[in-house]
Structure formats: structure tokens, C-alpha cells
């Protein structure tokens, strides 16, 4: 059983920044991402990283704000997030393994999650 657990979240004024950082234990997975979930809306995925070579996937929202990065011997994920807007606010959840078949940004397609880290950003 792998754990997430998701440290780095909360309150900021817009423009400030935050970094989140997300911890597994066992094994290096495929892919690890960072999702989000506002009060009454779908989870979507803001950014996702293959951990074998580094590539790494953003929502169009988030691009030259946001940058995920990994620590391989630390088995660690982080998402810097700068510039950050009202709208960026959620909470954020860590993702590990997906699946075969599914787009990075597929949230059925993980098969394990963090327990979220909320993030406010205030106007």
C-alpha cells in the first residue's frame, strides 16, 4: 500500500506563492500529479510529472506559473506555485501510478491519492 502525504498548503494574498510537497512511501510510481478541487466543482489535474525522465504536464491555467519537480531519493513530489490567483483556490490533492490507458489529467485513473492540503488564495 503506498501513502501520499501532502504537506506545504495555505492561506496567501494574490501574487504570493506556496509550495506543496508530497511524500510516498515504497516503490518510485510512473507518474505523480497534483489535483485540485474547489467547493462545488470537478477535481482537475494541474500538473503531472513522469518520474523515469522528468516530463512533466500542466493545465493550461496554471502554465509559466506553476512547476512540479521531484525528488528521486527522497520519493517526493513538489508544485511550486507562484503568482497565485483567487481562482486558484482548492484543495490540493497528490496523485501516484496511473494507470494504462489514461491521460495524465485523469483523475480515474490514479490509484492512490493523498489525504488534500487546502490552499486560499484572497484577493
Known amino acids: 500500500q503506498v501513502q501520499l502525504v501532502e504537506s506545504g498548503g495555505g492561506s496567501v494574498q494574490a501574487g504570493g506563492s506556496l509550495r506543496l510537497s508530497c511524500a510516498a512511501s515504497g516503490y518510485r510510481r510512473n507518474y505523480m500529479a497534483w489535483f485540485r478541487q474547489a467547493p462545488g466543482k470537478e477535481r482537475e489535474g494541474v500538473a503531472a510529472i513522469y518520474t523515469g525522465s522528468g516530463s512533466t504536464y500542466y493545465t493550461d491555467s496554471v502554465k509559466g506559473r506553476f512547476t512540479i519537480s521531484q525528488d528521486i531519493a527522497k520519493n517526493t513530489v513538489y508544485l511550486q506555485m507562484n503568482s497565485l490567483k483567487p481562482e486558484d483556490t482548492a484543495m490540493y490533492y497528490c496523485?501516484?501510478?496511473?494507470?494504462?490507458?489514461?491521460?495524465?489529467?485523469?483523475?480515474?485513473?490514479?490509484?492512490?491519492w493523498g489525504q488534500g492540503t487546502q490552499v486560499t488564495v484572497s484577493s
Open positions: 496523485a501516484a501510478d496511473l494507470a494504462l490507458g489514461f491521460t495524465w489529467s485523469s483523475k480515474r485513473g490514479y490509484h492512490y
